[in-house]
Every structure is written in structure tokens, then in C-alpha cells.
């Protein structure tokens, strides 16, 4: 698969080269294609090749990825194919990259495989955050099940307490004196005092 520039400015003469493979997996049951190699030609020269990585998606679908670079800030899903070629003095980065090289119709995408890791590390952080909440709950449920009940004793003495004897006032209007000139005290046994030990 070409792409080619025509008489754009400076770029006339350059040539995009994706050399795509199809193979069978029986594991899917399907046709898989991959972007085995890239080729960067100006002037029908070969300027520069790179081997691809993990470009990929089953032969009905198409390919997505945001970048497709050979910089690592990138990923490099684009490898310089020898240290001894002149790869190394390029940099090539496609932004919002989509191919699809079989099972084209009406000239439209298929449904696209996205690059996108199933596990990245907003995912992967969830998942963390989610066993540490399991296992906070898992302990606490422990804690509860083997929570033992208190056992109460109860033990309550008797102390009785002593009041001065009230007198009515009324009692003041009576002319006949008082026979006894000491205070009289009274012993209340009802009451209670109870010491509970948990």
C-alpha cells in the first residue's frame, strides 16, 4: 500500500510504502493482517525502513491508533529495521493512524481495532483501588463475625442512708411543745446502690 504525494512543495518525489501480510490463526478462526515493514522512498530510492510492531487487527476490521511513531515518547511502534541504514536520521509519527489493507467496501473503514491497551493505567489503578476496598471490607467482616459478646455481672449492695426527720410546718402553730429535744434519724433500708462490672 502506497501514498504518494504527488507535486506537493517539497514533498514530491517522496513515497510512503506500508507492506502489509495476511496470515490464518486457527486460535480465532479468522484472517489476521499486520504492517510488517514501512518504507520511506524519495525519487524511487529507498531512504529509510522501518519494522513495525504490534499493528495488528483481524482482515474484516481496520486499525486505529492515536500515534504511530518511531519516538519513544510514543511507544516506537516503528523500529529502525538495521542500526547500519539511515532509519536512524528520521522521525516518523502519524497522528490518528487508521489502516486497512483487505475487505474494503465502498471505500469506507471497516470497524476499527483500536490500539488502545485493554489495561492502562488509569484501568489498572481502579483495579488497584478496588482490591484495597475488598480487602478493607473482607476485613472488616472478620472482625465482625468473630466479635465475642460482653458478659455482664451484675453486683448490688445494700447501704443504708440515714435523713434527718422532717417535720411539717405547720406543726410550728401547735401550742404544745415539743417532747424530745434530740434530733430523731430514720434508716432507709429500701434503698439500693448497684455496681455494674462489664
Not at 14 to 32: C, K, M, P
Not at 73 to 94: G, M, Q
Not at 157 to 162: G, H, L, Q, T
Request: aromatic share 14%.
Amino acid at each position: 500500500l502506497s501514498l504518494k504525494f504527488g507535486d506537493i512543495g517539497n514533498l514530491k518525489g517522496l513515497v510512503i510504502r506500508f507492506l502489509l501480510t495476511t496470515s490464518y490463526y486457527q486460535l480465532s478462526v479468522q484472517n489476521w493482517f499486520s504492517l510488517h515493514r514501512l518504507q520511506l522512498l524519495y525519487n524511487h530510492s529507498i531512504q529509510a525502513t522501518f519494522n513495525a510492531t504490534r499493528i495488528y487487527a483481524p482482515a474484516s476490521y481496520s486499525y486505529h491508533c492515536e500515534h504511530v511513531s518511531s519516538l519513544q515518547r510514543y511507544d516506537a511502534l516503528l523500529i529502525p529495521s538495521s542500526a547500519n541504514d539511515l532509519s536512524k536520521l528520521w522521525e516518523v509519527t502519524f497522528i490518528d493512524f487508521q489502516i486497512q489493507g483487505f475487505n474494503i467496501q465502498e471505500g469506507h473503514f471497516a470497524y476499527a481495532k483500536d490500539c488502545a491497551s485493554f489495561f492502562s493505567p488509569a484501568i489498572l489503578m481502579g483495579l488497584v483501588m478496588s482490591l484495597i476496598l475488598l480487602l478493607v471490607l473482607a476485613y472488616a467482616l472478620h472482625m465482625l463475625i468473630h466479635l465475642k459478646s460482653l458478659d455482664r455481672h451484675y453486683e448490688c449492695k445494700a447501704s443504708p442512708a440515714y435523713f434527718a426527720q422532717m417535720k411539717d410546718n405547720d406543726m410550728g402553730h401547735e401550742k404544745e411543745p415539743l417532747r424530745s429535744s434530740g434530733n430523731e434519724s430514720y434508716e432507709l433500708r429500701s434503698q439500693q446502690f448497684c455496681k455494674i462490672y462489664i
